[in-house]
């Protein structure tokens, strides 16, 4: 049936507006109960027994627990949607999964990439094949109501973006901004598999303790560990940033940089340290970006290494490379090997990329290296912001701040987030380990409206070593 917005033509997406609207309803519940209170038990029961999709559920669950007033017994459940019902077991590293399933099966045809992006990781998480998930999909679209073979047939509204083909692909795994019919059928045939997969099957987790199941799950959550949305005020900026601006404009210095400066953005208070982070800010007409490295090197090495780097032609080569950073020109060992504790983790988070929420955020940012992990024994804590050694002792804690949708998302003005080692769980493992902690700060400012300008000032960098008793040495 025809509407005065959708053509008889096309197929109506009623998965979509089904799902959005339960997106919403979350939302409302979670700020303002009052306008929707009387649907709880709707809700409630559309998380239990209704359409066998994970992401329908998820949401229709949490706006059921936000507005309250059910048993215990049905809030415990209500809670345990979304997560897999059947304890985890080790990753089988010998388990061989195809990324590619082929021309189809059992009548599903996926988009290009699809089946490498969307349908492989699932099958990781469950220690499943490809082509087994494959054929979950066809299914749970036959009991959501739609015959799998409508995948292979051309949508004729693609026919109006030939030359916009971007538009329509799902470039490595991300929502392409005009979706056609093959697409919008797999990815909700994908949600019923997995809300299937996660109510049946053993999940499985990395060596690191890292679940692949509920880290697949996150992908496409609006929602942080923190039970707060994306979309939300992160952490105000800290006292110690937003000073330091205001002693800047006070005193005149925008054009002036000094030491102390720099050494200030470690904050080293004889109890914690910064050891990565990034942000930026605006001083009067200036934008100021700074950016805070570290690795741990041999202690013998540290001295020589830090000089080195000070003494550099340019600065943007003299960054510290580490075993897990993918750009270093060497992982082999030897006096000067460096290994990094916390790394940059971009994911792709929300239903669509083109969402003015999502657009510019990165999450979760910055995280333990897989080398932190193990030789710290390394753990999760306070949903996500910090993480414990096996005693529960405190080792990295993380802030960030800033609030989205940003104006300018490229280059925010006032955003950022950093991660903070504890010396009573820092220095000791520095003293096990025999190595320093060298950290590089860089400072670089230019006239806001500079932006766009192809020529790129030399950053400011200092670059400093942390050994085992607390002690901050300098170049």
Known sequence: MASP??????????????????????????????????????????????????????????????????????????????????????????????????????????????????IVPLARAFGAHTEEIAAMVAEALRNLGYDPSTTQVRDERGRDRYGQRDTTYARHGTAPAFELTDYYLCWHGLMAAADRLFSERIPVRESYGTELAVEWLERFDLIKASHTWLADDWEPIPRSLSKRE??????????????????????????????????????????????????????????????????????????????????????????????????????????????????????????????????????????????????????????????FPQYDPVDPPRSGSRVIAHFETLLPFLERAQCHLILRVEVQRKEREGRESYESQQPYCRFYSLDHRGRLATA
Not at 69 to 77: D, R, V
């Open 246 to 403: 205001e002693e800047y404009v006070s005193e005149k210095r925008a054009c002036t940089l000094l030491a102390t400066d720099l050494d200030e953005l470690l904050e080293a208070d004889g109890r914690s340290i910064v050891v990565m982070g990034s942000g930026s800010t605006i001083i009067g007409y200036l934008r100021e970006h700074w950016a805070i490295q570290a690795a741990i090197v041999p202690a013998g090495s540290a001295p020589s290494l830090i000089r080195a780097a000070q003494v550099a032609p340019n600065f943007y080569q003299a960054y510290l490379p580490g075993s897990d950073d993918r750009y270093s020109l060497s992982h082999r060992r030897g006096p000067f090997s460096a290994y990094r504790l916390v790394e940059w983790r971009d994911q792709e988070r929300g239903l669509d990329g083109s969402d003015p929420f999502s657009e510019g955020l990165s999450y979760p940012g910055w995280h333990p290296t897989k080398v932190a992990r193990r030789l710290l024994g390394l753990r999760e804590a306070d949903l996500s912001r910090s993480w414990v050694d096996r005693e529960g002792k405190l080792v990295f804690s993380r802030q960030m701040w800033g609030a």
């Open 5 to 118: 917005f959708r053509s008889s033509c096309n197929l109506f997406y009623r998965l979509h507006a089904r799902l959005f609207l339960l997106i919403a309803f979350a939302r409302i519940a979670s700020d303002r109960q009052e306008p929707i209170a009387h649907l709880a038990s709707l809700f409630a029961t559309i998380a239990r027994a209704g359409s066998p999709h994970l992401l329908i559920r998820l949401f229709a669950a949490r706006a059921a627990l936000a507005l309250g007033g059910a048993s215990p017994q049905c809030t415990t459940k209500l809670a345990q949607i979304g997560r897999p019902q059947r304890a985890s077991i080790p990753r089988d590293m010998n388990l061989w999964i195809k990324d590619y399933v082929g021309d189809s099966v059992d009548g599903l045809h996926v988009p290009m990439d699809f089946d490498r992006y969307w």
